[in-house]
């Protein structure tokens, strides 16, 4: 069945108009099982909270397993798009907050729904199809919720894990990097104690927000003093939330931060210098209350076979429509290596270019693509905007291709 791309971009817009944070996937996944059901796919919904998982046999031979993640960000879009999101939802805070998919993970869900259609019209294949709608990718435990919920005992173990996660590089490129080449994920709530009070008299209080101050400084020698210039390593501290009024010392200050490793050993002392640094900043500032350092989310780097990397790579070779490059480790973060390390199934996941390739007239190396990128609105921006229609139509190419190497 030839992909309908009109009809995958009407899905796309509708997705991303419509955005939905992890573990609320509700809308999302009941459009993802009504065209799955209407493919014939024996579709299973509920799975993990509101994960989807498609299945569809065609007689022996592998079983490959196709996914793609469908949450959304709390992110205010300034994409200025005719289908740009004005939605809103209640996050675990019970704050209201905009609602955004910033990360592209809209793209990911038509894509596989479209690789779904295509594979579900070719009578040429042998094998069974195992599609997984992911939740809640974002919060680091949607992959692990649906393990736990029974993924493959219930709906077997695949021969192979596939997937895509769309980035600014352009459309028509595809990076696909063996061994470790996504970064594990580790994000932290920390909250300082101080002693509140009077903004006239700083002096008979322990300043918080100081001493977050102090902190966010110091956490930026994580990377250029605590470990060597090889390892790759990303400190952020994304959020700090202290104080109502100017004129009141506060009790507490709150930072969120994410840290990305790519080698176990690293992430170790990457994580106990965080805590010593912490622990330092307390007692620098007089504070007689011990921090709460909290993990929020802990997930691996994602490691992709090698083998089952170089029989993608054949594979999109074969079909002579992409440039494929090696991207080098990627410092983002992803949840798909549960899936695979739970199912003790080869992993092969890569990125898939989703920027206008005009953007990039004139590059003629990755060095000078990855120049041209920096200056692009990135993943988790409020003007991330993938070039719809190509990046799609790409998107499908890849997934079809990639599951029909291993579907005799």
């Known amino acids: 069945m030839p992909t309908d791309l009109d009809a995958l971009v009407a899905t796309y817009e509708d997705l991303h108009r419509h955005p939905e944070l992890g573990r609320q996937e509700h809308r999302t996944s009941g459009i ?7 493919l014939g796919y024996d579709v299973t919904t509920g799975v993990g909270g509101t994960g989807v998982v498609g299945v569809l046999e065609r007689g022996q031979g592998s079983t490959v397993l196709l996914r793609a993640d469908m949450d959304a960000l709390p992110v205010l879009e300034d994409t200025g798009l005719a289908y740009a999101s004005t939605a809103t939802a209640t996050n675990a805070a019970d704050e209201t907050v905009p609602v955004m998919h ?17 594979l579900a019209g070719d009578e040429g294949w042998q094998g069974r199809l195992l599609l997984v709608f992911q939740p809640d990718e974002e919060g680091g435990g949607g992959a692990q919720a649906m393990v736990d919920d029974g993924l493959f005992e219930r709906f077997g173990t695949p021969d192979v894990v596939l997937g895509q996660h769309v980035a600014p590089v352009p459309v028509g490129v595809l990076g696909v990097r063996p061994g470790p080449a996504f970064a594990a994920s580790d994000a932290l709530r920390i909250t300082l104690y101080g002693s509140g009070g009077h903004g006239s008299r700083p002096e008979a209080t322990i300043d918080p927000i100081v001493m977050g101050a ?43 931060l994410s840290v990305r490793t790519a ?59 992409w440039v494929v490059v090696d991207p080098g480790p990627v410092t983002g973060s992803e949840d798909v ?69 291993w579907l005799s």
């Not at 994580?271 to 900043?281: D, K, S, W």
């Not at 929020?296 to 070779?317: H, M, Q």
């Open 32 to 38: 993802v099982a009504e065209q799955l059901r209407a």
């Open 102 to 118: 910033a990360c592209g993970h809209d793209i990911h869900t038509t894509c596989l729904l479209g690789a779904a259609a295509e």
């Open 214 to 256: 102090g902190l966010v400084q110091r956490l930026q020698t994580v990377v250029s003093r605590e470990v060597a210039a090889t390892d790759t390593v990303v400190v952020t501290v994304g959020s700090f939330h202290a104080g109502s009024a100017p004129n009141v010392i506060p009790d507490s200050a709150v930072l969120g």
């Open 263 to 321: 080698d176990e050993r690293v992430r170790a002392k990457v994580l106990a210098t965080i805590e010593r640094m912490i622990r330092a900043e307390v007692v620098a500032a007089g504070a007689t209350r011990e921090p709460e350092i909290e993990a929020l989310t802990s997930f691996p780097p994602v490691v992709n076979d090698e083998a089952a990397c170089e029989r993608v790579r054949e594979a999109f070779g074969a079909a002579a429509r």
């Open 337 to 405: 290596g549960i899936l695979a390390e739970a199912a003790g199934s080869p992993c092969a996941y890569w990125l898939l270019g989703g920027a206008d390739p005009a953007l990039f007239a004139g590059a003629t190396s990755v060095e000078q693509i990855r120049g041209l990128v920096a200056d692009l609105p990135s993943n988790h921006s409020p003007r991330y905007a993938p070039l719809a229609g190509p990046t799609l139509e790409s998107g499908v190419a890849a997934l079809v291709t990639a599951a029909r190497s």
